[in-house]
T-cell receptor
Framework: GENVEQHPSTLSVQEGDSAVIKCTYS??????FPWYKQELGKRPQLIID?????GEKKDQRIAVTLNKTAKHFSLHITETQPEDSAVYFC????????????FGTGTRLKVLA | KAGVTQTPRYLIKTRGQQVTLSCSPI?????VSWYQQTPGQGLQFLFE???????NKGNFPGRFSGRQFSNSRSEMNVSTLELGDSALYLC?????????????FGEGSRLTVL
C-alpha cells in the first residue's frame, strides 16, 4: 500500500548548524510533497512544498529537494535557530482531486543553544 | 478570518462507548479531511469529504465514520471505542481550487479512552 518513510525520528543539532530530514515514498503517482511543522502543543502548519516537475525549491533558510527516480525527497534547514525546534512531517499526495495525504511518522528536531 | 475550529478539545470516554467530533472549516473551504495522530505513528489519514461526499478513505475499521454537511462542517464518529483509539484527532480544511492544496489544521480533539 501507499507508504511514506521518514528518517530520522529524532535529530539534535547545535544552533547554527544544518539539519536534514529524509523521506521516501512508495506511490509512483504521487506528485506533490509538502512539509509541515508542528510546534509543541500546536497545530501542524505548512512550511514548504514541492511538485514533481521541480527538483528543488528554496525559501530563505529552508529548502526541499526531490529525486523522482529514487522516490526520495528531503528537507534542509540551514543556520538552525531555537525556534526551529519542532516535529516535522513530510507527506506525499497527488496534485489534483482528493486531499488524501500520506504522512511520514515525523522527525523531532531539537536545536541546542 | 477564523481558522479551523474543532470541538470538543478534550474528552474522556470508556471502552465500548461512542464519540462524535466536530470540525468547522475556514469559510470558503469545501474540502475537509480527518487525521489520527498518535506518538510514533504520525498523522494517519482517516477520510476526506468534499461537497458532502466522501472522496477517499484511509485504512481504518468501519467503526470510524464521518459526514459533511451542506455548510461544509464535518463530523466524525467512532463507535465501540477501544483503548487504542486514544489519540489526537485533527481536522484540516482546504480550498480545493487550482494550486490551493495547503491543509489548514484545527487544534485537534484529544480523545482518551479508559
Amino acid at each position: 500500500g501507499e507508504n511514506v518513510e521518514q528518517h530520522p525520528s529524532t535529530l539534535s543539532v547545535q544552533e547554527g548548524d544544518s539539519a536534514v530530514i529524509k523521506c521516501t515514498y512508495s506511490d509512483s503517482a504521487s506528485n506533490y510533497f509538502p512539509w509541515y511543522k508542528q510546534e509543541l502543543g500546536k497545530r501542524p502548519q505548512l512550511i514548504i512544498d514541492i511538485r514533481s516537475n521541480v527538483g528543488e525549491k528554496k525559501d530563505q533558510r529552508i529548502a526541499v529537494t526531490l529525486n523522482k527516480t529514487a522516490k526520495h525527497f528531503s528537507l534542509h534547514i540551514t543556520e538552525t535557530q531555537p525556534e526551529d525546534s519542532a516535529v516535522y512531517f513530510c507527506a506525499a499526495s497527488q496534485d489534483s482531486g482528493t486531499y488524501k495525504y500520506i504522512f511520514g511518522t515525523g522527525t523531532r528536531l531539537k536545536v541546542l543553544a | 478570518k477564523a481558522g479551523v475550529t474543532q470541538t470538543p478539545r478534550y474528552l474522556i470516554k470508556t471502552r465500548g462507548q461512542q464519540v462524535t467530533l466536530s470540525c468547522s472549516p475556514i469559510s470558503g473551504h469545501r474540502s475537509v479531511s480527518w487525521y489520527q495522530q498518535t506518538p510514533g505513528q504520525g498523522l494517519q489519514f482517516l477520510f476526506e469529504y468534499f461537497s458532502e461526499t466522501q472522496r477517499n478513505k484511509g485504512n481504518f475499521p468501519g467503526r470510524f465514520s464521518g459526514r459533511q454537511f451542506s455548510n461544509s462542517r464535518s463530523e466524525m464518529n467512532v463507535s465501540t471505542l477501544e483503548l487504542g483509539d486514544s489519540a489526537l484527532y485533527l481536522c484540516a480544511s482546504s480550498l480545493d481550487a487550482g494550486s490551493g492544496r495547503e491543509l489548514f489544521f484545527g487544534e485537534g480533539s484529544r480523545l482518551t479512552v479508559l
